[in-house]
Protein backbone atom coordinates (compact mmCIF):
# COMPACT_ATOMS: atom_id res chain seq x y z
CA UNK A 1 0.00 0.00 0.00
CA UNK A 2 2.67 2.53 0.79
CA UNK A 3 4.59 2.10 -2.08
CA UNK A 4 1.44 2.73 -4.85
CA UNK A 5 0.69 6.21 -2.60
CA UNK A 6 4.42 7.09 -3.16
CA UNK A 7 4.01 6.63 -6.54
CA UNK A 8 0.78 8.21 -6.82
CA UNK A 9 2.15 12.01 -6.59
CA UNK A 10 2.00 11.88 -10.55
CA UNK A 11 -1.16 10.36 -11.33
CA UNK A 12 -2.79 12.89 -8.84
CA UNK A 13 -1.49 15.76 -10.78
CA UNK A 14 -3.02 14.38 -13.72
CA UNK A 15 -6.09 14.23 -12.11
CA UNK A 16 -5.57 17.72 -11.19
CA UNK A 17 -4.98 19.15 -14.97
CA UNK A 18 -8.47 17.85 -15.52
CA UNK A 19 -10.16 20.27 -13.43
CA UNK A 20 -8.03 23.11 -14.47
CA UNK A 21 -4.68 25.19 -13.57
CA UNK A 22 -5.91 26.02 -10.12
CA UNK A 23 -6.37 22.91 -9.14
CA UNK A 24 -3.15 22.07 -10.40
CA UNK A 25 -1.78 24.95 -8.27
CA UNK A 26 -3.85 23.66 -5.03
CA UNK A 27 -2.51 20.00 -5.28
CA UNK A 28 1.33 20.98 -6.16
CA UNK A 29 1.46 23.08 -2.71
CA UNK A 30 -0.24 20.53 -0.70
CA UNK A 31 2.49 17.51 -2.25
CA UNK A 32 4.95 19.95 -1.06
CA UNK A 33 3.44 19.86 2.55
CA UNK A 34 5.62 17.32 4.70
CA UNK A 35 2.67 17.47 6.67
CA UNK A 36 -0.23 16.71 3.91
CA UNK A 37 2.19 13.84 2.72
CA UNK A 38 2.88 12.09 6.14
CA UNK A 39 -0.57 12.51 6.94
CA UNK A 40 -2.21 11.15 3.49
CA UNK A 41 0.78 8.27 3.79
CA UNK A 42 -1.02 7.31 6.98
CA UNK A 43 -4.96 7.72 5.91
CA UNK A 44 -3.81 5.25 3.07
CA UNK A 45 -1.51 3.07 5.12
CA UNK A 46 -2.69 -0.50 6.29
CA UNK A 47 -1.32 0.03 9.62
CA UNK A 48 -3.65 0.52 12.83
CA UNK A 49 -1.06 2.23 15.01
CA UNK A 50 0.63 5.13 13.60
CA UNK A 51 4.95 5.89 14.71
CA UNK A 52 4.54 7.45 17.87
CA UNK A 53 5.21 11.25 18.25
CA UNK A 54 7.86 11.62 20.84
CA UNK A 55 9.89 9.07 18.72
CA UNK A 56 10.11 12.04 16.22
CA UNK A 57 11.35 13.95 18.24
CA UNK A 58 15.28 13.86 19.47
CA UNK A 59 16.56 12.12 22.15
CA UNK A 60 16.88 13.88 25.62
CA UNK A 61 18.49 13.04 28.64
CA UNK A 62 19.18 15.10 31.58
CA UNK A 63 23.57 14.81 33.02
CA UNK A 64 23.65 13.17 36.48
CA UNK A 65 26.81 12.22 39.16
CA UNK A 66 25.29 8.88 39.88
CA UNK A 67 26.51 8.44 43.10
CA UNK A 68 23.77 5.16 44.10
CA UNK A 69 24.95 1.71 44.10
CA UNK A 70 24.93 1.46 40.83
CA UNK A 71 25.58 1.76 37.76
CA UNK A 72 27.84 4.48 37.46
CA UNK A 73 29.18 7.27 35.42
CA UNK A 74 31.00 6.09 31.87
CA UNK A 75 34.51 7.34 31.81
CA UNK A 76 34.98 9.41 28.63
CA UNK A 77 38.01 6.29 27.23
CA UNK A 78 34.97 4.10 27.96
CA UNK A 79 32.18 6.02 26.50
CA UNK A 80 34.59 6.36 23.02
CA UNK A 81 35.07 2.70 22.51
CA UNK A 82 31.23 2.08 22.66
CA UNK A 83 30.82 4.65 19.79
CA UNK A 84 33.17 2.74 17.56
CA UNK A 85 31.58 0.94 14.49
CA UNK A 86 30.25 -2.72 15.50
CA UNK A 87 32.10 -5.59 13.83
CA UNK A 88 30.44 -9.55 13.38
CA UNK A 89 30.35 -11.44 16.61
CA UNK A 90 32.31 -13.93 14.94
CA UNK A 91 35.04 -12.17 13.01
CA UNK A 92 38.28 -13.44 13.78
CA UNK A 93 38.70 -9.77 15.73
CA UNK A 94 35.91 -10.07 17.99
CA UNK A 95 37.38 -13.46 19.26
CA UNK A 96 40.74 -11.91 19.77
CA UNK A 97 38.93 -8.80 21.91
CA UNK A 98 37.22 -12.14 24.11
CA UNK A 99 40.29 -13.69 24.86
CA UNK A 100 41.63 -10.16 25.92
CA UNK A 101 38.82 -9.71 28.24
CA UNK A 102 38.71 -12.96 29.14
CA UNK A 103 42.35 -12.33 30.05
CA UNK A 104 41.50 -9.16 32.08
CA UNK A 105 39.04 -11.05 33.91
CA UNK A 106 41.47 -13.43 34.74
CA UNK A 107 43.86 -10.65 36.22
CA UNK A 108 40.76 -8.80 37.70
CA UNK A 109 39.65 -12.41 40.05
CA UNK A 110 43.13 -12.98 40.49
CA UNK A 111 42.76 -16.32 38.67
CA UNK A 112 44.07 -18.72 36.35
CA UNK A 113 40.93 -20.62 35.84
CA UNK A 114 40.84 -21.67 32.18
CA UNK A 115 36.41 -21.48 32.27
CA UNK A 116 36.83 -17.40 32.39
CA UNK A 117 34.63 -15.75 30.02
CA UNK A 118 31.69 -12.86 30.16
CA UNK A 119 27.84 -13.65 30.41
CA UNK A 120 25.68 -11.85 27.40
CA UNK A 121 23.50 -10.03 30.49
CA UNK A 122 24.00 -8.25 34.00
CA UNK A 123 25.39 -9.43 36.78
CA UNK A 124 21.84 -11.16 37.89
CA UNK A 125 22.20 -13.22 34.73
CA UNK A 126 25.72 -14.30 35.78
CA UNK A 127 24.38 -15.55 39.28
CA UNK A 128 21.42 -17.64 37.30
CA UNK A 129 24.17 -18.69 35.11
CA UNK A 130 26.69 -19.63 38.40
CA UNK A 131 23.03 -21.75 39.73
CA UNK A 132 21.66 -22.95 36.53
CA UNK A 133 24.95 -24.84 35.18
CA UNK A 134 26.53 -26.14 39.13
CA UNK A 135 23.09 -27.26 40.39
CA UNK A 136 20.69 -30.03 39.75
CA UNK A 137 16.98 -30.48 40.64
CA UNK A 138 17.14 -31.99 43.84
CA UNK A 139 20.55 -31.30 44.93
CA UNK A 140 20.85 -29.38 48.33
CA UNK A 141 22.11 -25.53 48.54
CA UNK A 142 23.12 -23.30 51.33
CA UNK A 143 22.17 -19.77 50.95
CA UNK A 144 23.65 -17.08 53.55
CA UNK A 145 20.96 -14.42 53.45
CA UNK A 146 21.79 -11.25 54.80
CA UNK A 147 20.66 -8.96 52.29
CA UNK A 148 18.84 -8.86 48.98
CA UNK A 149 21.14 -11.07 46.70
CA UNK A 150 21.04 -14.25 49.27
CA UNK A 151 17.33 -14.33 48.67
CA UNK A 152 17.66 -13.84 45.33
CA UNK A 153 19.86 -16.38 44.90
CA UNK A 154 17.74 -18.63 47.35
CA UNK A 155 14.64 -17.34 44.97
CA UNK A 156 16.52 -19.05 42.11
CA UNK A 157 17.66 -22.11 43.16
CA UNK A 158 13.48 -22.48 44.18
CA UNK A 159 12.80 -22.20 40.49
CA UNK A 160 15.54 -24.88 39.47
CA UNK A 161 14.23 -27.71 41.98
CA UNK A 162 16.61 -27.29 44.17
CA UNK A 163 16.66 -28.41 47.89
CA UNK A 164 17.30 -24.49 49.58
CA UNK A 165 18.42 -24.48 53.38
CA UNK A 166 19.30 -20.66 54.37
CA UNK A 167 21.64 -19.33 56.91
CA UNK A 168 19.39 -15.96 57.96
CA UNK A 169 21.37 -12.74 59.35
CA UNK A 170 19.76 -9.26 59.45
CA UNK A 171 21.38 -6.93 57.37
CA UNK A 172 24.88 -5.37 58.27
CA UNK A 173 26.23 -8.67 59.79
CA UNK A 174 27.82 -11.50 58.52
CA UNK A 175 28.16 -15.48 59.22
CA UNK A 176 31.17 -16.57 61.26
CA UNK A 177 32.87 -19.73 59.79
CA UNK A 178 31.49 -21.47 63.39
CA UNK A 179 28.24 -20.53 61.77
CA UNK A 180 28.70 -21.71 58.05
CA UNK A 181 30.57 -25.32 59.56
CA UNK A 182 27.07 -25.89 61.75
CA UNK A 183 25.30 -25.63 57.92
CA UNK A 184 27.65 -27.10 56.31
CA UNK A 185 27.59 -30.35 58.75
CA UNK A 186 23.47 -30.58 59.00
CA UNK A 187 22.50 -30.36 55.55
CA UNK A 188 25.70 -31.31 53.75
CA UNK A 189 25.03 -29.16 50.52
CA UNK A 190 26.50 -29.20 46.63
CA UNK A 191 27.34 -25.78 46.99
CA UNK A 192 27.08 -22.87 49.26
CA UNK A 193 26.15 -19.05 48.20
CA UNK A 194 28.08 -15.74 49.87
CA UNK A 195 27.68 -12.46 48.79
CA UNK A 196 30.91 -10.85 49.13
CA UNK A 197 29.27 -7.13 48.81
CA UNK A 198 26.43 -7.06 49.68
CA UNK A 199 25.02 -3.58 48.15
CA UNK A 200 21.51 -3.53 49.69
CA UNK A 201 23.29 -3.53 53.51
CA UNK A 202 26.88 -2.03 52.35
CA UNK A 203 28.48 -5.22 53.80
CA UNK A 204 32.03 -6.45 52.76
CA UNK A 205 31.90 -10.40 53.85
CA UNK A 206 35.16 -12.14 55.06
CA UNK A 207 36.06 -14.68 53.14
CA UNK A 208 38.93 -16.37 54.10
CA UNK A 209 38.85 -19.55 55.35
CA UNK A 210 35.47 -20.06 53.96
CA UNK A 211 36.52 -21.94 50.09
CA UNK A 212 38.69 -24.38 52.48
CA UNK A 213 35.77 -24.99 55.25
CA UNK A 214 33.54 -25.52 52.08
CA UNK A 215 36.01 -28.26 50.30
CA UNK A 216 37.02 -30.39 53.68
CA UNK A 217 32.59 -30.76 53.20
CA UNK A 218 33.07 -31.70 49.51
CA UNK A 219 31.02 -28.52 48.56
CA UNK A 220 31.57 -25.65 46.07
CA UNK A 221 31.69 -21.64 47.02
CA UNK A 222 30.02 -19.42 45.26
CA UNK A 223 30.64 -16.27 45.46
CA UNK A 224 28.81 -12.34 44.42
CA UNK A 225 30.90 -9.47 44.09
CA UNK A 226 29.02 -7.69 41.49
CA UNK A 227 29.12 -4.38 43.87
CA UNK A 228 32.66 -5.13 44.99
CA UNK A 229 34.65 -6.49 42.29
CA UNK A 230 37.81 -4.09 42.09
CA UNK A 231 36.98 -1.94 45.09
CA UNK A 232 38.05 -4.77 47.95
CA UNK A 233 40.54 -7.15 48.16
CA UNK A 234 39.65 -10.47 46.30
CA UNK A 235 41.50 -13.37 45.61
CA UNK A 236 39.29 -15.89 43.82
CA UNK A 237 42.54 -18.92 43.47
CA UNK A 238 43.87 -18.39 47.19
CA UNK A 239 40.58 -17.93 48.99
CA UNK A 240 39.51 -21.24 47.19
CA UNK A 241 36.24 -19.69 45.45
CA UNK A 242 34.78 -22.24 42.96
CA UNK A 243 32.59 -19.56 41.26
CA UNK A 244 33.03 -16.10 41.12
CA UNK A 245 31.00 -13.82 38.89
CA UNK A 246 30.19 -9.90 38.69
CA UNK A 247 28.99 -7.32 36.87
CA UNK A 248 30.30 -4.63 33.99
CA UNK A 249 28.16 -1.08 35.61
CA UNK A 250 30.12 -0.97 39.29
CA UNK A 251 33.55 -0.68 39.90
CA UNK A 252 34.40 -1.31 35.86
CA UNK A 253 32.64 1.68 34.91
CA UNK A 254 30.82 -0.03 31.68
CA UNK A 255 27.63 -0.18 30.71
CA UNK A 256 25.61 -2.55 31.96
CA UNK A 257 25.15 -5.32 30.18
CA UNK A 258 28.06 -7.90 30.28
CA UNK A 259 29.15 -10.10 33.68
CA UNK A 260 32.13 -11.66 34.14
CA UNK A 261 32.14 -15.44 35.76
CA UNK A 262 34.87 -18.19 36.00
CA UNK A 263 34.67 -21.65 37.03
CA UNK A 264 37.45 -23.68 39.20
CA UNK A 265 38.32 -26.89 37.79
CA UNK A 266 36.25 -28.49 40.88
CA UNK A 267 33.54 -26.31 39.58
CA UNK A 268 33.70 -27.26 35.89
CA UNK A 269 33.64 -30.86 36.65
CA UNK A 270 30.69 -30.98 38.52
CA UNK A 271 29.40 -29.04 35.35
CA UNK A 272 30.42 -31.27 32.56
CA UNK A 273 29.36 -33.94 34.43
CA UNK A 274 25.57 -33.45 34.96
CA UNK A 275 22.93 -36.09 34.94
CA UNK A 276 20.67 -33.77 33.24
CA UNK A 277 20.65 -30.78 30.60
CA UNK A 278 20.97 -27.17 31.97
CA UNK A 279 18.06 -25.52 32.11
CA UNK A 280 18.71 -22.77 30.10
CA UNK A 281 20.63 -23.41 26.61
CA UNK A 282 21.07 -19.39 26.71
CA UNK A 283 23.48 -19.66 29.78
CA UNK A 284 24.64 -23.43 29.13
CA UNK A 285 28.64 -23.57 29.51
CA UNK A 286 29.46 -25.91 27.22
CA UNK A 287 28.02 -23.69 24.74
CA UNK A 288 29.76 -20.55 26.06
CA UNK A 289 32.55 -22.40 26.76
CA UNK A 290 33.18 -22.85 22.92
CA UNK A 291 32.11 -19.67 22.31
CA UNK A 292 34.35 -18.26 24.78
CA UNK A 293 37.75 -20.02 23.20
CA UNK A 294 37.82 -21.89 26.87
CA UNK A 295 37.27 -25.98 25.21
CA UNK A 296 40.25 -25.89 22.62
CA UNK A 297 37.61 -26.63 20.40
CA UNK A 298 36.76 -24.17 17.26
CA UNK A 299 33.79 -21.54 17.96
CA UNK A 300 30.86 -21.99 16.51
CA UNK A 301 27.67 -19.90 16.89
CA UNK A 302 25.85 -20.08 19.99
CA UNK A 303 24.02 -16.54 19.98
CA UNK A 304 24.46 -12.75 18.67
CA UNK A 305 27.33 -11.13 21.79
CA UNK A 306 26.77 -7.90 23.00
CA UNK A 307 30.03 -6.89 20.48
CA UNK A 308 29.84 -3.06 21.67
CA UNK A 309 29.19 -4.22 25.39
CA UNK A 310 32.41 -6.27 24.63
CA UNK A 311 33.96 -3.06 23.31
CA UNK A 312 33.64 -1.16 26.26
CA UNK A 313 34.33 -4.17 28.99
CA UNK A 314 37.74 -4.89 27.15
CA UNK A 315 38.03 -0.75 27.96
CA UNK A 316 37.13 -1.01 31.40
CA UNK A 317 39.34 -3.61 32.29
CA UNK A 318 42.53 -2.07 30.40
CA UNK A 319 42.13 0.68 32.83
CA UNK A 320 41.91 -1.44 35.70
CA UNK A 321 45.03 -3.45 34.06
CA UNK A 322 46.60 -0.12 33.93
CA UNK A 323 46.51 1.69 37.06
CA UNK A 324 46.35 -1.90 39.06
CA UNK A 325 44.40 -3.67 41.47
CA UNK A 326 45.91 -2.70 44.25
CA UNK A 327 45.76 0.57 43.41
CA UNK A 328 41.78 0.05 43.32
CA UNK A 329 41.22 -1.27 46.54
CA UNK A 330 43.42 1.84 48.54
CA UNK A 331 42.17 4.66 46.52
CA UNK A 332 38.41 3.14 47.43
CA UNK A 333 39.12 2.66 50.90
CA UNK A 334 40.90 6.11 51.34
CA UNK A 335 37.73 8.00 49.54
CA UNK A 336 35.35 6.05 51.77
CA UNK A 337 36.37 6.61 54.81
CA UNK A 338 36.75 10.43 53.80
CA UNK A 339 32.95 10.05 52.87
CA UNK A 340 32.48 8.39 56.39
CA UNK A 341 33.93 10.61 58.37
CA UNK A 342 32.22 13.64 56.67
CA UNK A 343 28.88 12.01 57.50
CA UNK A 344 29.78 11.21 60.99
CA UNK A 345 30.48 15.31 61.00
CA UNK A 346 27.29 15.97 60.00
CA UNK A 347 25.37 13.78 62.49
CA UNK A 348 24.80 10.85 60.65
CA UNK A 349 25.09 7.28 61.53
CA UNK A 350 26.67 4.59 59.47
CA UNK A 351 24.80 1.45 59.11
CA UNK A 352 27.43 -1.49 59.14
CA UNK A 353 28.50 -1.12 63.18
CA UNK A 354 32.25 -2.70 62.22
CA UNK A 355 34.18 -0.89 60.66
CA UNK A 356 35.98 -3.37 59.14
CA UNK A 357 32.98 -5.40 57.32
CA UNK A 358 31.99 -1.63 55.38
CA UNK A 359 32.02 -1.93 51.85
CA UNK A 360 34.32 0.14 50.35
CA UNK A 361 32.09 0.58 46.98
CA UNK A 362 28.85 1.26 48.81
CA UNK A 363 27.93 3.44 51.61
CA UNK A 364 25.14 2.67 53.86
CA UNK A 365 23.70 5.76 56.48
CA UNK A 366 20.95 4.90 58.45
CA UNK A 367 18.13 6.97 57.83
CA UNK A 368 18.21 9.69 60.66
CA UNK A 369 15.03 10.07 62.92
CA UNK A 370 12.43 12.56 61.78
CA UNK A 371 13.34 12.19 58.34
CA UNK A 372 11.52 10.56 55.38
CA UNK A 373 14.25 8.76 52.67
CA UNK A 374 12.28 9.49 50.23
CA UNK A 375 12.28 13.22 50.67
CA UNK A 376 16.41 13.09 51.13
CA UNK A 377 16.68 11.25 47.85
CA UNK A 378 14.39 13.37 45.47
CA UNK A 379 15.94 16.22 47.24
CA UNK A 380 19.42 15.54 46.11
CA UNK A 381 18.20 14.48 42.91
CA UNK A 382 16.14 17.86 42.38
CA UNK A 383 18.54 20.64 43.86
CA UNK A 384 21.65 19.08 43.28
CA UNK A 385 21.56 16.54 40.30
CA UNK A 386 23.45 13.64 42.41
CA UNK A 387 21.81 9.78 42.69
CA UNK A 388 21.81 8.25 46.10
CA UNK A 389 19.29 5.88 46.95
CA UNK A 390 17.07 4.21 49.56
CA UNK A 391 17.46 0.51 50.72
CA UNK A 392 16.91 -2.83 48.84
CA UNK A 393 15.23 -5.75 50.28
CA UNK A 394 15.34 -5.78 53.26
CA UNK A 395 16.99 -2.79 54.08
CA UNK A 396 14.41 -0.46 52.58
CA UNK A 397 13.10 2.67 54.64
CA UNK A 398 16.30 1.48 57.04
CA UNK A 399 19.22 3.09 54.81
CA UNK A 400 20.54 6.05 52.41
CA UNK A 401 23.05 3.88 49.93
CA UNK A 402 26.03 6.13 48.61
CA UNK A 403 28.17 4.88 45.41
CA UNK A 404 31.89 5.48 44.83
CA UNK A 405 32.99 2.92 42.48
CA UNK A 406 35.88 3.35 39.77
CA UNK A 407 35.45 6.67 37.79
CA UNK A 408 32.86 8.11 40.64
CA UNK A 409 35.52 7.34 43.56
CA UNK A 410 37.33 10.91 43.80
CA UNK A 411 37.43 13.45 46.84
CA UNK A 412 35.40 16.23 44.73
CA UNK A 413 32.36 13.94 44.48
CA UNK A 414 32.64 13.12 48.23
CA UNK A 415 32.47 16.89 49.02
CA UNK A 416 29.68 17.28 46.72
CA UNK A 417 27.45 14.25 48.14
CA UNK A 418 28.08 16.12 51.21
CA UNK A 419 26.68 19.28 50.52
CA UNK A 420 24.02 17.90 49.05
CA UNK A 421 23.36 15.77 51.90
CA UNK A 422 23.58 18.58 53.78
CA UNK A 423 21.33 20.24 52.49
CA UNK A 424 18.76 18.12 52.25
CA UNK A 425 18.68 17.85 56.07
CA UNK A 426 18.10 21.13 56.25
CA UNK A 427 15.29 21.17 53.76
CA UNK A 428 13.71 18.03 54.33
CA UNK A 429 13.48 17.73 58.70
CA UNK A 430 10.02 15.75 58.27
CA UNK A 431 8.99 16.39 61.74
CA UNK A 432 9.97 20.49 62.50
CA UNK A 433 10.62 21.74 65.79
Known sequence: ??????????????????????????????LSSPWWCS?????????????????QQPLNLPERLLLGPGPTNIPPRIMSAGGRQVLGHMHKEVF?????????????????????????????????????????HSEKVLVCVNGIWGERAADICERIGAQVYRLIK????????????????DHKPVLLFVTHGESSSGLVHPLDGVGELCHRYNCLLLVDSVASLGGAPLYMDKQGIDILYSGSQKVLNAPPGTA????????????????????????????????????????????????????????SLAILCEKGLEHYWKMHQEHTLYLHEGLEKLGLKLFVKDKNLRLPTVTTVAVPDGY?????????????????????????????RIGLMGYNSTKNNVERVLTAVKDALQHCKKNKM
Open 1 to 30: MRRTVVCSGSLLRQVARSVGTGGLSSIDSQ
Open 39 to 55: RFVRAMSSLSVPPPAVL
Open 96 to 136: QLMDEIKQGIQYAFQTKNELTLAISGSGHCAMEAAFFNAVE
Open 170 to 185: PPGEHFTLKELEKGLE
Open 260 to 315: PISFSERARNKIFSRKTKVPSLYLDMAWLANYWGCDGKPRIYHHTGPVIGFYTLRE
Open 372 to 400: DWKDITEYVMKHHGIEITGGLGPSVGKVL
